[in-house]
C-alpha cells in the first residue's frame, strides 16, 4: 500500500469525491514530474526533487469562439502565474500547486475577471501511522474543463500527470459564472504489518455560486474506511465502505440524499511502464424526499490505465458514479471516460492532448411537481464532451511560447427545464509566452 498522497491524488480529489466513487491515479510517488515536461524547458514544470519551487509568469491572447452565443466571438487578454513546491522529507512530505491570473475582456459586454486555484498537501510518518491532511480549492469565472486551472487558452495543459482536465464538478457545464470549489480531506493510516494496513479518510466539499441567478449552491460530507493489502511488488488489493451526504441550499426546502458503497480495489504494476487501477461494487441512494429521488441501487466503478516512459506519459480513465448535480440539477448518476497524453520532442518541444466524455441522468424524477420552494430542475439527460491541444516552444532557457487550442459541446433532451446548463458547442483558441526561471531550492536559504 502505497503511503502518503501524491500531488497528482490530491488534484484528483474533488472529482472523486463529488462522484461518491474513489478514482484511481496511475502516477507513483510524491510531486512526480511528468515524464513529456522533465528535461523540457518549454513552460512550467511541477517540481520533482525535494525542497524544490518552480514558477513561471506567462501573458496570452485567447479567442473564443460560441460561448455566449452559436455565432458570437469574443477575445481575452490574460495574464496569469503558476507556483509548484515540493519538500520530499520522509516523515512530513509537502506538496503545493497555485495557478491564478487575470482575464482581461476586449468586449464591452463581458467583465474583467478573476480565477484561482491551490493545493496543499500535508502528510506524516510516525511509526506505524500515516497521517495526511489535503486541500484543494478554487476560485473560478466558468465551469472548468481543460488544463489544471480549467480555464482553456491559458497555457497550462499537460503541466500535472494523471490529471487529464480538472473538468466541471459533477462532469457537467453550465452558463454560471464566478463560483467557489472547495474540498477538505483528511486520512489515517495504520500499518499492521509491511503488506497489510487499515487507513480511513473524511471529507467536506462545496460548490457556491457568487452571482445573482447563478447555479444553485451544494454540499458534501463523505466518509470512506479500508482495508489493504499487498500481495506482492505487482498486486495490491484493497476493500472499502464508503459514505456520501448531500445537501442543498437552505432555500431549496432543505433536501439532501446519501450514498453508501461497498467496493472491491486491485492495483497491478503490469510493467515498469504501466500501471493498472480498477475499483467497483454496489452504490445505494437514498434521500429526504423518496418521491422525488426514489430509492435505488446501481453500480459504481472506475478505472484507470498510466504510461509512463522515457519522454511520454499517458493516462486513460473511466469513473461512474453519483454527484451533486454541478448546481444544475437535483443529483445525477454519470458515465465518464477521460485521457490524456504528452511528449517531449527534445528540450525544446513538447505537445500534450486531454479530452473527456460524459453522459449524465438525473436522480430526481420529472415526472412529478416539485414540491413548494424548490427551484432546481428536476430531469435532464446529458452528453458532455471537452477537451484540448497544445504545443509549446522553448525560446531560451527561460523564455518559452505556445499555441493551443480547445472544445466543449454539452446537449441534453426536453426533460431538462432549467436555464444554466450550456448548451451547444464552443472552442478556444490561445497562443502565449511565459517566463519560467530555473527552480529555486528553499533549503539554500
Not at 273 to 292: D, F, I, R, Y
Not at 330 to 354: E, I, K, Q, Y
Amino acid at each position: 500500500m502505497k503511503v502518503g498522497i501524491s500531488i497528482i491524488a490530491l488534484l484528483m480529489t474533488p472529482g472523486a469525491l463529488l462522484c461518491g466513487q474513489a478514482l484511481p491515479t496511475a502516477a507513483s510517488g510524491a510531486a512526480a514530474t511528468p515524464a513529456s515536461t522533465a528535461g523540457s524547458r518549454a513552460g512550467f514544470r511541477i517540481p520533482g526533487s525535494d525542497g524544490e519551487v518552480h514558477y513561471a509568469l506567462g501573458a496570452s491572447q485567447i479567442v473564443q469562439y460560441g460561448y455566449f452565443g452559436p455565432s458570437n466571438a469574443t477575445g481575452t487578454a490574460a495574464l496569469n502565474g503558476d507556483v509548484g513546491y515540493s519538500s520530499l522529507n520522509v516523515k512530513a512530505p509537502f506538496d503545493m500547486v497555485y495557478a491564478g491570473g487575470v482575464l482581461i475582456s476586449e468586449s464591452t459586454s463581458q467583465n474583467t475577471s478573476t480565477y484561482q486555484n491551490l493545493a496543499l498537501s500535508q502528510g506524516l510518518m510516525a511509526g506505524k501511522w500515516v497521517f495526511n491532511l489535503a486541500d484543494s480549492v478554487s476560485f473560478l469565472p466558468q465551469a472548468p474543463t481543460t488544463g489544471y486551472s480549467g480555464i482553456p487558452g491559458v497555457g497550462d495543459i499537460g503541466y500535472v500527470p494523471g490529471a487529464p482536465g480538472t473538468g466541471p464538478a459533477g462532469a457537467l457545464l453550465t452558463y454560471s459564472g464566478n463560483r467557489v470549489d472547495n474540498t477538505a480531506s483528511g486520512s489515517v493510516e495504520r500499518m499492521f504489518t509491511g503488506k497489510t494496513s487499515a487507513s480511513v479518510m473524511g471529507s467536506y466539499s462545496m460548490l457556491r455560486f457568487l452571482d445573482d441567478n447563478s447555479g444553485f449552491d451544494t454540499s458534501g460530507v463523505s466518509g470512506e474506511g479500508a482495508l489493504n493489502h499487498r500481495i506482492d511488488a505487482r498486486d495490491t488489493v484493497s476493500v472499502n465502505a464508503m459514505y456520501s451526504l448531500y445537501t442543498f441550499g437552505k432555500s431549496e426546502g432543505g433536501i439532501n440524499f446519501e450514498t453508501r458503497g461497498l467496493n472491491g480495489v486491485y492495483t497491478r504494476l503490469l510493467s515498469r511502464t504501466l500501471s493498472l487501477e480498477l475499483s467497483a461494487g454496489p452504490q445505494w441512494v437514498s434521500s429526504s424526499n423518496k418521491a422525488l429521488i426514489p430509492n435505488s441501487l446501481s453500480a459504481a466503478a472506475s478505472m484507470g490505465l498510466g504510461y509512463v516512459h522515457g519522454l511520454t506519459n499517458a493516462q486513460l480513465g473511466y469513473s461512474r458514479g453519483v454527484n451533486a448535480g454541478s448546481g444544475i440539477q437535483l443529483g445525477g448518476l454519470s458515465d465518464t471516460v477521460s485521457g490524456g497524453v504528452g511528449h517531449s520532442f527534445g528540450p525544446r518541444w513538447l505537445a500534450t492532448a486531454s479530452a473527456a466524455y460524459s453522459h449524465t441522468n438525473a436522480l430526481a424524477n420529472s415526472h412529478l411537481a416539485p414540491p413548494p420552494g424548490l427551484t432546481i430542475p428536476l430531469g435532464g439527460d446529458f452528453s458532455t464532451v471537452y477537451g484540448g491541444v497544445q504545443v509549446s516552444h522553448s525560446l531560451s532557457r527561460t523564455l518559452s511560447m505556445y499555441i493551443s487550442y480547445g472544445a466543449q459541446n454539452q446537449s441534453f433532451n426536453s426533460a431538462y427545464t432549467g436555464a444554466n446548463a450550456f448548451n451547444g458547442t464552443s472552442q478556444t483558441f490561445g497562443i502565449g509566452i511565459s517566463y519560467a526561471p530555473r527552480a529555486l531550492r528553499l533549503r539554500q536559504f
